[in-house]
């Protein structure tokens, strides 16, 4: 009877099934930047770096390469991203630290200060907005919040101050990062939840003893000890932002231009926008000409270097921690 | 610097010089400890540090200490003794307020630190004066000295720099006994040392701010013989400067390192005097067989 039991796979046999996927993945990621860099390596060749400069409306730009046709000359070729990367570094970034700000206060609370019966409410809804789908806040942020800051921030006097460089309608910086903040932050806060209820209850016990008070040995101790997960959450949630098209192309404005920190931050957070992801959605329609699809795939090995970057670096982060007996 | 046996069951009589049980000579040369500590015993206890009265702690319904009043005395060390589950951890954790991050602990009884009401303290200013060694190894995910100054650097109003940390963080490894094997890897990981250094550790890390009063909860207990050793030496030297109420299930070392030992059993304080009383002379029966090893 018990030859005819299953044999558990061995060790090595699971290792080398485990490692054959780990590669076929692997290889599957470096033939998609193969592939990705190829096709944008036209747009490159005619602007070189350059391309990530500021210089003209972008805007104008793509619409000389759609109406280009199939055989586009060389100067059609011509574009300076800059207002596009500046509209997702922006985003992403302001986002992200406001993300991480509230979502480590309000893991604090949850975990620490939360009476038992709230807590009960607040961690199963955290879990349920984070599944929400980005579109959702997109709708909510264009027929809520846009008419809003159009109706009720921006003035007549600040439309007028910028009239001739861009148009102020309500979508805008401050709308998207809004938005976009309030999509990262239930994953961040679930994240860090977890964490801080993962580290060990006798070093915040142990803190607690030496006379400082709940706020700071949460601080001091279980923050630090949570550093790697709180880490990885900020390189999710930057991931997302990064990525998230049609929401912010519903209320960024969706205007090819860089906003102006020197307009005053005011202005600044008035002014309209568009993010890359929410560019490639856009210019997907144009794609048989083949400048347009070049800058479509220029624009995505940008974002895929980014994301490559931002693992990188969050793994990089985490190294010293090792070191002290910070799990990860 | 280890002594290589465990140091000597002391007997000590009340009111006669202290003895060393006959057959084991002292470790010689070095820290004399056992010898040099068992001076400091009986007789020379200081004024009352922390007085119980009446001390309940209930967890809900279940009653885990029951109308204990006892009294700490500085230089003196109290062991407190019973079966596990008779509510020694609850009333030590009780000493510096802590069973009140415990939800549904209450308490009835008063407790007085240098006669003035815990309850009347400031929690956080309570904890810097009573200070607690738990029964596991909790060093700080951090290097040894950000172990040691964490609370020196909590408690100073202006970060002190290293330089003014340093000769405190010294002081401390000294006193706990750890300083000749770290001095060299104070920027070290603390989790990296071994279980009876990382107690030693937690022991330098409580008494670097001087508090008055130092809780140890079975701290020897996750410990292998020789570090227990150690750290009983330790507690003989740290005696002089503070009061130390020690938790333990282990009643050889509640002989060796007590002056005045605290049997419970079931919540109740069923003894309280000095250790050579609850050993050679105990009361009631309950003491006597738990002593004997009848139960336990
Ligand atoms: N956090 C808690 N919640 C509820 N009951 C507890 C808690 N901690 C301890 N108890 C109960 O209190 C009694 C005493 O426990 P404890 O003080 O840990 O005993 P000891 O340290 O002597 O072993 C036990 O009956 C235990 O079940
Ligand atoms: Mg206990």
């Given at each position: 009877m018990l030859h005819r039991l299953r044999q558990p796979w061995s060790d090595r046999r699971a290792e080398l099934t485990l490692g054959a996927l780990a590669c076929a993945v692997l290889l599957v990621i470096v033939l998609m930047v193969v592939f990705v860099a190829n096709e944008a390596w036209p747009t490159f060749q005619h602007n070189g770096l350059r391309w990530l400069f500021p210089g003209g409306n972008v805007d104008t730009q793509i619409n000389t390469m759609v109406n280009a046709g199939a055989k586009p000359p060389a100067a059609d070729y011509h574009l300076r991203a800059w207002p596009l990367v500046w509209g997702t570094i922006l985003t992403t970034g302001l986002a992200v630290v406001f993300g991480l700000i509230f979502a480590l206060l309000a893991s604090i609370f949850i975990v620490e200060f939360a009476p038992d019966r709230l807590r009960a409410i607040i961690v199963p809804v955290v879990r349920l907005l984070a599944a929400v789908p980005s579109v959702i806040y997109g709708l909510l942020g264009i027929l809520v919040l846009v008419p809003f800051v159009g109706n009720h921030i921006i003035s007549a006097h600040d439309k007028k101050s910028v009239e001739f460089i861009v148009q102020l309608s309500g979508a805008s910086l401050l709308v998207a990062v809004v938005i976009l903040t309030v999509m990262i932050v239930p994953i961040m806060i679930a994240i860090c939840v977890d964490a801080l209820y993962a580290v060990p209850?006798?070093?915040?016990e142990g803190a607690v003893a030496l006379g400082v008070n709940r706020w700071r040995a949460m601080w001091t101790v279980s923050i630090r000890a949570a550093r790697p997960a709180i880490i990885a959450a900020a390189v999710l949630a930057c991931a997302r932002a990064l990525g998230e098209a049609i929401m912010l192309s519903m209320v960024s404005g969706s205007v090819g231009f860089a906003p102006n920190p020197f307009d005053g931050p005011r202005l600044f957070l008035l002014e309209p926008l568009r993010p890359l992801a929410s560019t490639i959605v856009e210019d997907s329609e144009s794609l048989q000409a083949p400048a347009v699809r070049s800058t479509v795939y220029a624009f995505a090995l940008l974002l895929l270097f980014s994301s490559l970057l931002l693992s990188l670096a969050g793994y990089l982060a985490k190294q010293p921690m090792k070191k002290y007996g910070v799990r990860s | 610097m280890i002594t290589e046996q465990p140091p000597p069951i002391r007997k000590i009589l009340v009111d006669?010089?202290?003895?060393?049980?006959?057959?084991?000579?002292?470790?010689?040369?070095?820290?004399?400890?056992?010898?040099?500590?068992?001076h400091h015993r009986r007789g020379e206890a200081g004024p009352e540090r922390m007085t119980l009265q009446g001390l309940s702690v209930f967890y809900g319904e279940n009653e885990a200490v029951k109308q204990v009043s006892l009294s700490i005395r500085l230089g003196e060390v109290l062991a407190l003794i019973g079966p596990s589950g008779c509510g020694k951890t609850t009333l030590l954790r009780t000493l510096n307020r802590l069973t009140e991050l415990t939800a549904g602990a209450q308490r009835g009884g008063t407790i007085l630190l240098d006669g003035t009401d815990v309850d009347a303290l400031e929690v956080t200013a309570l904890r810097r004066r009573v200070a607690m060694v738990f029964q596991q190894p909790n060093p700080?995910?951090?290097?040894?000295?950000?172990?040691?100054?964490?609370?020196?650097?909590?408690?100073?109003?202006?970060?002190p720099g290293r330089s003014v940390l340093a000769p405190l963080v010294e002081d401390a490894l000294r006193r706990a006994g750890l300083w000749d094997e770290v001095?060299?890897?104070?920027?070290a990981p603390a989790l990296r040392l071994s279980g009876g250094q990382q107690q030693r550790l937690c022991i330098a890390r409580a008494i670097a701010t001087r508090p008055e009063v130092l809780l140890m909860d079975e701290p020897c207990s996750a410990l292998d013989p020789r570090s227990t050793a150690v750290i009983e030496q330790l507690i003989?030297?740290?005696?002089?400067?503070?009061?130390?109420?020690?938790?333990?299930h282990n009643m050889q070392q509640a002989r060796r390192v007590g002056d005045k030992v605290a049997f419970m059993y079931l919540g109740d304080l069923v003894e309280y005097g000095p250790a050579e009383q609850i050993f050679d002379a105990p009361q009631a029966q309950r003491t006597r067989d738990y002593v004997r090893?009848?139960?336990g």
């Open positions: 209850r006798g070093w915040k | 006669a010089p202290p003895t060393v049980a006959p057959g084991i000579a002292p470790p010689a040369g070095g820290h004399a400890a056992t010898s040099g500590a068992a700080f995910p951090m290097s040894i000295f950000d172990n040691v100054a964490y609370a020196l650097r909590e408690q100073s109003r202006k970060r001095k060299d890897k104070l920027d003989g030297e740290l005696r002089s400067d503070l009061a130390i109420v020690i938790v333990t090893g009848v139960f």
